[in-house]
């Protein structure tokens, strides 16, 4: 077999009679009989594991621990928006947007956890988040 570079591999070099597999000079060996195997089945496709279903489900495989981080992560989100309320308010610049994105905050879903120290700091997080809500459609609405 030769090798033609990058391009693939070419015609043997040499040019002559094409001999049977195990042909030597002008012996050759019997070949077996190769009893043949039947084809492969092909498997079931992927679609049903790449359902949106199943990574959801697949994503949710948490323990206690991993619904304490998104729970703290959730809070924090909710946090950091109420600081950018703040600082649009005594900026003047306040604006549907920023309403709109803490009530997407408090939107997500709240994942329970077992401490209950944590759970009384998230319902005041999320009660300032509705109080803060609540006075900016009461303002929306006298403008």
Same mark, same amino acid.
């Given at each position: 077999? /030769?090798?033609?570079?990058?391009?693939?591999?070419?015609?043997?070099?040499? @040019?002559?009679?094409? +001999?049977?597999?195990?042909?030597? &000079?002008?012996? @050759?060996?019997?070949?077996?009989?190769?009893?043949?195997?039947?084809?492969? $089945? %092909?498997?079931?496709?992927?679609?049903?594991? $790449?359902? #949106? &279903?199943?990574?959801?489900?697949?994503?949710?495989? =948490?323990? %206690?621990?991993?619904?304490?981080?998104? @729970? #703290? &992560? +959730?809070?924090?989100?909710?946090?950091?928006?109420? !600081?950018?309320? /703040?600082?649009?308010?005594?900026? =003047?610049?306040? &604006?549907?947007?920023?309403?709109?994105?803490?009530?997407?905050?408090?939107? !997500?879903?709240?994942?329970?956890?077992?401490?209950?120290?944590?759970?009384?700091?998230?319902?005041?997080?999320?009660?300032?988040?509705?109080?803060?809500? $609540? /006075?900016?459609?009461? $303002?929306? +609405? +006298?403008?």
């Amino acid at each position: 077999m /030769k090798v033609n570079g990058p391009s693939g591999v070419g015609a043997p070099a040499g @040019s002559g009679k094409a +001999r049977p597999a195990g042909a030597v &000079g002008g012996f @050759s060996l019997p070949t077996p009989a190769v009893p043949s195997t039947p084809a492969a $089945a %092909p498997t079931g496709g992927l679609g049903n594991i $790449a359902s #949106v &279903g199943a990574l959801l489900a697949l994503q949710d495989v =948490g323990g %206690p621990l991993e619904r304490k981080r998104r @729970s #703290v &992560g +959730r809070a924090g989100r909710i946090l950091d928006v109420l !600081d950018i309320l /703040k600082h649009a308010l005594l900026g =003047g610049e306040m &604006g549907a947007a920023d309403i709109e994105s803490l009530r997407s905050a408090v939107r !997500d879903e709240r994942l329970q956890t077992d401490d209950p120290g944590l759970e009384a700091v998230l319902d005041e997080i999320e009660t300032r988040a509705a109080v803060e809500i $609540a /006075k900016l459609e009461q $303002a929306a +609405r +006298r403008a």
